[in-house]
């Protein structure tokens, strides 16, 4: 049965869904507006009416110097992206296709991880870190990152690998296919929509990791979050200054998400829509 | 040569034994055909042949070697599924190709085959086609195509045909049994539908609960089945079993009679009994009867007999092809 679907709900429905995105975006939006205000104009109050400067960019440009921490997020990203696929491909390939009895609580313990509060475990990381000379080190960053997101990252590929109907790759058992040939030829071409945004999420939820890289690094590997977190000091809040550094460190990610929107969704829904 | 020998071949998963013990031999050329109930064991009897599952105990033998613990592909052997399980991410002639592909071959020859095997399965224009641009029946002809190219020693099928509608069934039928007919190749199908079984094996394997119920040709099961499980499972419609007085006095439990052997009468015959449902196909029709002193009963008639829900009719068996059964469910013979 079709669905009578009235002009007066579709514009109902569409006017409710601006308002959330916008109240969703807002927060954005306004970081925008103050990063073009003056100082003055920025600790005002409330206004969505800038003067319209490009100042703080300047200044933010020539106090902190940008590209360092902007290299050090792709580097940081990009890196502990690719270690944890390095890790997690094999591992959720093994728990997808020879299950044993405790694969479901290998994964219910790694997810149970992430449930842990970060600061729960701050003291010791940073003895170890401090101790084995990691601190402020893209290497120890690195490391950190793709430790800290395997388990979802883990999770992610094992659900897209289970939607694999193992008979195609029975099949190509069938076939004469070794298991090289069978990861290479037949299961990675099928999985390659789920590990590409896999991919992308984990890029997003490492540029955007903020409680280790502040507190791990000061100077050398410190990559975007720090590098915003700087313009807040004790010296005073520069809200201006602080929202310019903030635009420029999600821009790169926001114009990636915005490149590679339909790939995400596809990924996120991978299964529930075939 | 493809002949595969079973012997004592068992298997368990955890603690449910779904394969006790089974001894079969399959003879090379041979059209086999497992059937049985939904969940008898078909496909894991047909996966242990493959290599997709390891066996508990016992040994398999392929053209006199042992098998037993040789991969899937070390086996010589082509399965087509009944999902089809096409490599959606390749064209059709890629999947073709495949296996080829895997054992090395070189490029032109790969071509060539695959070319042949098209011609032989209608599938030439659609070569550059992903399988998800395919109907069923096409995808499952290239579910074929992949199979033939290698000319396995044997041919193993998961009820292929069980996902297409009724028409491109039969089709696909004939086309199957015209295939073994030009391959002479050992082929071993699975399905439950009794129709496929009786076209088209040379021999049927009877399964239920893991057990061998009854091998033999499609004739010698209709004719002489050796138990009721067989007797129930061979022939549509099912053939009656008559418990009781009627059984006593020919010395049996059960007797069994088929549909088709019971002579009909609009006047005078052994039973009668009154028409409950009357199903007209057109060349035939089954009478769904309940007998006085009986119980329900199915015959078929011809088309042209013309009877209707409550009619009266009368019933003669045809003593010469009465089946009894003892009380174990063992025919007795003779
Ligand atoms: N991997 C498995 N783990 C546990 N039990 C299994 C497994 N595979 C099959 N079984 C069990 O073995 C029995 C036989 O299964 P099988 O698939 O061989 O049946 P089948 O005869 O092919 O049935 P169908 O006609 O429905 O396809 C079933 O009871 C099934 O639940
Ligand atoms: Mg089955």
Redo the contacts with the bound molecule.
């Keep these: 049965m079709a669905r009578n679907v009235t002009t007066r709900h579709k514009v109902t429905a569409t006017v409710f869904a601006w308002i959330v995105a916008l109240i969703i975006f807002f927060p954005i939006l306004y970081t925008l507006i103050t990063s073009v205000k003056t100082e003055p104009e920025a600790i005002a109050g409330f206004s969505l009416i800038p003067s319209g400067t490009f100042e703080n960019y300047v200044t933010v440009q020539t106090q902190r110097d940008y590209f360092k921490p902007f290299m050090n997020s792709v580097v940081l990203a990009v890196g502990s992206t690719i270690l944890a696929l390095i890790i997690a491909i094999p591992s959720a390939w093994a728990m997808a296709f020879s299950p044993t009895k405790r694969t479901k609580d290998i994964l219910m313990w790694m997810l149970s991880t992430k449930m842990m509060p970060a600061v729960a475990v701050l003291v010791p990381i940073y003895l170890m870190f401090r101790d084995f000379g990691l601190l402020d080190t893209r290497i120890g960053l690195t490391v950190m990152l793709t430790l800290i997101n395997l388990p979802i990252v883990v999770w992610m590929l094992y659900t897209y690998f289970r939607e694999i109907p193992g008979e195609i790759l029975e099949a190509a058992r069938m076939d004469g296919a070794g298991l090289w040939q069978e990861i290479v030829y037949v299961l990675t071409p099928m999985a390659v929509p789920g590990i590409a945004s896999t991919l992308l999420l984990n890029i997003i939820l490492a540029w955007n990791e903020a409680f280790w890289t502040i507190r791990l690094s000061t100077t050398n590997a410190a990559p975007l979050t720090a590098f915003i977190a700087s313009f807040s000091s004790p010296q005073g809040l520069f809200w201006a200054k602080l929202s310019a550094a903030s635009t420029m460190a999600i821009a790169p990610i926001l114009i990636l998400g915005w490149f590679s929107q339909k790939q995400l969704v596809r990924g996120l829904t991978f299964g529930a829509v075939k | 040569m493809g002949s595969i020998t079973l012997r004592q071949v068992s298997k368990v998963?955890?603690e449910?034994k779904?394969i006790p013990s089974i001894d079969l031999e399959i003879n090379d050329g041979e059209f086999v055909v497992f059937v049985?109930p939904?969940?008898?064991?078909?496909?894991?009897?047909l996966r242990l042949i493959a290599g997709l599952e390891d066996v508990s105990g016992g040994q398999i033998l392929i053209d006199g070697k042992d098998v037993t613990h040789a991969a899937p592909a070390e086996r010589g052997l082509a399965m087509v599924f009944q999902s089809y399980a096409l490599y959606p991410h390749m064209s059709v002639r890629k999947n073709i190709a495949f296996p080829l592909k895997m054992a090395k071959m070189e490029q032109s020859a790969i071509d060539k085959k695959v070319e042949a095997a098209a011609r032989v399965l209608n599938l030439t224009d659609y070569l550059e086609r992903r399988p998800s641009q395919l109907s069923g029946g096409q995808r499952q002809r290239v579910a074929i195509g992949r199979a033939i190219v290698r000319e396995p020693s044997a041919f193993l099928f998961d009820?292929p045909l069980s996902n297409l509608d009724a028409a491109l069934r039969g089709t696909m039928r004939l086309e199957i049994s015209d295939l073994h007919h030009q391959l002479k190749t050992t082929m071993v199908y699975?399905t439950?539908d009794q129709v496929e079984a009786m076209t088209m094996a040379d021999k049927i394997v009877v399964l239920n609960r893991g057990n061998i119920e009854q091998v033999g040709s499609p004739l010698d099961l209709y004719k002489s089945p050796r138990n009721l499980f067989v007797a129930g499972f061979i022939g549509s419609p099912k053939m009656n079993f008559i418990d009781g007085a009627y059984a006593q006095s020919r010395s049996a439990r059960t007797a069994g009679i088929r549909p088709e052997h019971l002579g009909l009468s609009k006047d005078s015959g052994t039973w009668r009994g009154t028409v409950k449902v009357a199903e007209h196909l057109g060349a035939d029709t089954f009478l769904h009867l309940d007998v006085d002193g009986i119980g329900p009963i199915t015959a078929r008639c011809d088309g042209e007999f013309g009877a209707y829900h409550g009619d009266t009719v009368y019933m003669t068996p045809d003593e010469s092809k009465l089946h009894r059964f003892d009380d174990k469910g063992l025919a007795i013979r003779g």
């Design positions: 998963f955890g449910a779904v049985g939904s969940g008898c064991g078909k496909s894991t009897l009820e699975v439950h």
